[in-house]
């Protein structure tokens, strides 16, 4: 469903309740109630494809430095609500603050499904750098709309 870099391993595999994890791949499965965070490993064992887990996981990994530098690169700017909003590479991303937490939300037009990012972040930069990990998970994972299906 999505992915996002911790920045250390600082949680557990919700599969597998013993795998120490940095990189979370969030997975859902008929077989379990929610959606379940997860190390690489468990990930390509719910979706029967170890390759593709461990092709996401490598991403996250060389996307960290990157991922570091997307809360303070130019663009970013901050509307009425208090938002903070970038256009980069076709995707709107907007960071909101719901209640105590903040949150972000990626979209590319035309797609319609916004991906959104966990809902629990203590501050703009960590919700910046989830966003980072989201819109590169729909890069990777959403396909691209043909664009003379849009003309019908
Ligand atoms: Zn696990």
């Keep these: 469903m999505n992915v996002e870099d911790l920045g250390e ?12 994890i940095r990189f979370v791949h969030f997975m859902q499965n008929d077989r379990y109630p929610g ?3 997860c190390g690489a490993i468990c990930a390509g064992h ?3 494809d170890l390759l593709r887990a461990e092709k996401r996981d490598k991403k996250m990994r060389s996307d960290a430095s990157r991922r570091q530098r997307f809360p303070t690169r130019a663009g970013w700017r901050v509307n009425e609500k208090g938002n903070h909003l ?3 590479n076709g995707y709107r991303v907007t960071v909101f603050k719901k209640g105590l937490a903040w949150g972000a939300v990626v ?9 959104f990012t966990r809902e629990k972040f203590s501050n703009v930069t960590a919700a910046k750098m989830a966003a ?4 590169r998970f729909v890069e990777d994972n959403v396909p691209k709309p043909d664009p003379f299906r849009l003309l019908l």
């Design 9 to 20: 391993p600082q949680m557990i595999c919700e599969m597998c309740d013993s795998a120490e």
């Design 35 to 37: 959606t379940l965070a």
């Design 46 to 48: 719910m979706e029967s």
């Design 86 to 88: 970038i256009k980069t």
């Design 107 to 115: 979209s590319r037009p035309p797609i319609a499904t916004p991906y």
């Design 132 to 135: 980072f990990d989201t819109m």
